[in-house]
């Protein structure tokens, strides 16, 4: 059974910066595009950054530059750094993996993914 579990959450100021993880456990191929969403009450999910097999990764518009998605196949883990956080970045962040191939697809087709973590809630204090 595969499960993706996310860590690093947590509370920062304006212009700090976090590194979210998320750990896959029970993937018996590392062949999986993996994505990070995140979602703020009331509001719909947004995919954020997504990284495929092949590590090409792509970003949604208003946090390229900001954030930076990584994977190591050794460890079965995904990274997100993210740099210059505000408080429009507070949200629950989700891990997600899925079979799409192309990172930029992935992050506005939240349906296509296959597996989701529970998420790990992000705080920006101004």
């Known amino acids: 059974q595969v499960q993706l579990v996310e860590f690093g959450g947590g509370s920062v100021q304006a212009g700090g910066s976090l590194t979210l993880s998320c750990e896959v456990w029970?993937?018996?191929?590392?062949?999986?595009?993996m994505a990070w969403f995140r979602r703020v009450p009331g509001k719909a999910r947004q995919g954020v950054a997504a990284?495929?097999?092949?590590?090409?990764?792509d970003y949604v518009d208003s946090v390229r530059g900001l954030i930076a998605i990584s994977r190591d196949y050794a460890k079965n883990t995904v990274y997100l750094q993210m740099n210059s956080l505000q408080p429009e970045d507070t949200a629950r962040y989700y891990c997600?993996?899925?079979?799409?191939?192309?990172?930029?697809?992935?992050?506005?087709?939240?349906?296509?993914?296959?597996?989701w973590g529970q998420g790990t809630l992000v705080t920006i204090s101004s």
């Open positions: 997600a993996m899925g079979s799409l191939n192309s990172p930029i697809i992935a992050i506005y087709a939240a349906d296509g993914m296959d597996y």
């Open positions: 029970g993937l018996t191929s590392p062949n999986y595009l």
């Open positions: 990284i495929n097999k092949e590590s090409a990764a």
